[in-house]
């Protein structure tokens, strides 16, 4: 059995990139194995300033969590900010982390690329994000590609705190699902909550509609062959079987069958696809009481953890 540990950004409504690029291995990880998932909203202060709006996403990744599988009697589920120790200890590990580490971190030089507004909390980021894991001694992170990068920089701050004092965090190994890694977005980019480019699996209907019909594709007339690995199949192969998909690619491939026809196949894959997820949501919705309970119960195993590793770190550095 491995310790495994993961969080998703309360940044905004989770997208089918969120599930198969992260919950659907939670999903799969819980069965075997020791898991914490959490949901980052200290990390999402770098990008939001609307504290109503902030409360509310968190509540819903929680219950996108839990409507979409993953078990509170598998696995911990907690808020992040219910555990004010991983801030403590960023601190401290932030006193280990040289500046032209935090540099190298390509997450905050795209967004800066980008236009987005940066700040220190940005720049800092991947020091939180080693305090999220080396708290709780995991043997293993799933991680996007584009966070692959940060899990180094923990494994990196956690060598020089080991070399400088003791023996006190373990060295966590990446976990990326290659297959899923990278899901594209409706503009054929990875898609993101920050790029605008998302297909939001809990969204209402019309709005899934209209985030489907909005998939990028050429001007090629209908009666025309096409390009059959265009953005469409590429989300679709992630709902269909693989005879499905290669009948989609093959109308395609003869013509007279136009985007408009295929993105339609692709919406009712995705309502099928995640039918009993988006009804049991809404049971979840009206029963907060239920929510809370497993939030409470998540946190206090959380801090359990958290308090004795903090204890460590404190008499290692001289605080205690």
């Known amino acids: 059995m491995k310790k495994i540990i993961s969080g998703i950004q309360p940044s905004g409504i989770l997208h089918i990139g969120n599930y198969f690029g992260a919950i659907k291995q939670f999903i799969n990880f819980q069965e075997e194995n020791d898991c914490l998932f959490f ?53 401290i590990l932030s006193n280990l982390t040289p500046m032209s580490l935090l540099e190298r971190g390509h997450s905050f030089k795209d967004k800066s690329a980008r236009g987005i507004s940066s700040n220190t909390g940005l720049f800092t980021y991947p020091v939180l994000m080693a305090a999220d894991i080396l708290m709780y001694d995991v043997d293993m992170v799933p991680v996007g590609k584009d ?23 373990k060295l966590p190994e990446p976990m990326i699902v290659e297959s899923t890694a990278v ?7 990875k898609m993101s909550k920050s790029y605008g480019n998302t297909i939001d699996m809990f969204a209402p209907k019309k709005i899934l509609k209209k985030q489907v019909m909005s998939i990028v594709t050429d001007s090629t007339p209908l009666e025309d062959p096409k390009d059959p690995d265009n953005n469409i199949t590429t989300l679709y192969k992630l709902f269909a079987t693989p005879e499905k998909l290669e009948e989609m690619k093959e109308k395609f491939r ?8 295929a993105k339609k196949e692709l919406l009712e894959a995705i309502l ?4 009993e997820a988006r009804a049991k949501r809404e049971e979840l919705v009206a029963n907060p009481e239920y929510v809370d309970k497993i939030l409470a119960e998540g946190a206090e195993k959380a801090r359990a953890i958290a308090k004795i590793k903090m204890i460590q770190v404190k008499k290692a550095v001289g605080l205690m």
């Open 183 to 189: 899901v594209p977005g409706i503009d054929g980019a």
């Open 272 to 275: 099928e696809h995640f039918a």
């Open 254 to 261: 003869v013509g007279n069958y136009g985007y408009g026809h």
């Open 147 to 169: 966070q692959k990068q940060h899990l180094e920089m923990t494994r990196d701050i956690a060598t020089k705190f080991n070399e400088k004092y003791t023996e006190i965090f």
């Open 39 to 91: 949901v980052a909203d200290y990390h999402a202060l770098t990008s939001s300033t609307d504290s109503d709006t902030l409360r509310k996403n968190t509540r819903d990744v929680v219950l996108d969590y839990l409507a979409l599988g993953v078990d509170p009697k598998k696995a911990n589920i907690f808020i992040q900010s219910h555990i004010p120790l991983h801030t403590e200890l960023m601190w």
